[in-house]
């Protein structure tokens, strides 16, 4: 194996490893989910956020008929990476606003806004990451944290902790990444479990109307 093919290598293994939670899929493509003129199913979700972690909501859809292999682009997927055959499902990354009063704060999403559609789009759950986080098309450095899931059937990493309570508290820490391992310097979020300093993931049920309180820690406050 020549330097070239290394170098190639290196890079397309990095991009493996480091591809998060973030929008593949953009207003006005053809697969881009359509809205549901009739949404009723509410995700609500309150709590406290400490100065020092300014973060940004997103809810996060994914395409539940994406035929990842054989590896081709429309099939409610694309390639990422061409020379490695590697490919990912559509998913969508849309921004959630707040309404705060001190450190509370207050958001609310249909869970059920957009239709099927041929894709099968599918509300998997919502994404916190920091307010200049930077979202690449399928690229983003330290994924953005999906703390909250409708979802039971995601892969969690090793030593992740799954709570089925109405609550959660977790320690979130801005961190910092350099071009060298990115197309670009940036900046992205690692939020673990108040209790254990594990990462963790709340799955809450897909039912017509859910509560849930998720309270947002500075680990880096005095």
């Excluded at 009723?40 to 035929?67: D, M, N, Q």
């Excluded at 690449?136 to 969690?156: C, I, M």
């Excluded at 990462?199 to 998720?214: G, M, P, T």
Aim: charge should be neutral.
């Amino acid at each position: 194996m020549n330097m070239r093919t290394l170098l190639i290598y290196g890079f397309t293994t990095l991009v493996v490893m480091l591809c998060g939670c973030a929008s593949n899929v953009t207003p006005g493509d053809r697969d881009y989910p359509t809205a549901n003129p009739n949404p009723s199913k509410v995700l609500e979700v309150h709590g406290r956020i400490e100065p020092g972690v300014p973060v940004r909501f997103f809810a996060y859809w994914i395409a539940t008929r994406a035929k990842i292999y054989p590896v081709a682009d429309g099939n409610c997927n694309y390639t990422f990476n061409w020379l490695e055959g590697v490919s990912d499902r559509y998913s969508v990354a849309v921004p959630i606003a707040i309404t705060s009063k001190a450190d509370s704060y207050v958001l609310s999403m249909n869970t059920d806004a957009f239709l099927p559609g041929r894709c099968g789009w599918k509300f998997s759950g919502l994404l916190v990451a920091l307010e200049k986080q930077a979202f690449d098309n399928g690229f983003s450095v330290g994924e953005a944290e999906l703390v909250v899931s409708y979802n039971p059937s995601l892969p969690n990493w090793a030593g992740m902790l799954k709570s089925t309570d109405s609550h959660l508290d977790v320690d979130c820490t801005p961190r910092s990444y350099n071009s060298s391992q990115a197309p670009h310097d940036g900046v992205y979020m690692k939020c673990v479990d108040a209790a254990s300093g594990k990462k963790i993931r709340a799955l809450v049920s897909n039912k017509d109307s859910s509560i849930f309180e998720l309270n947002i820690n500075n680990s880096q406050r005095p």
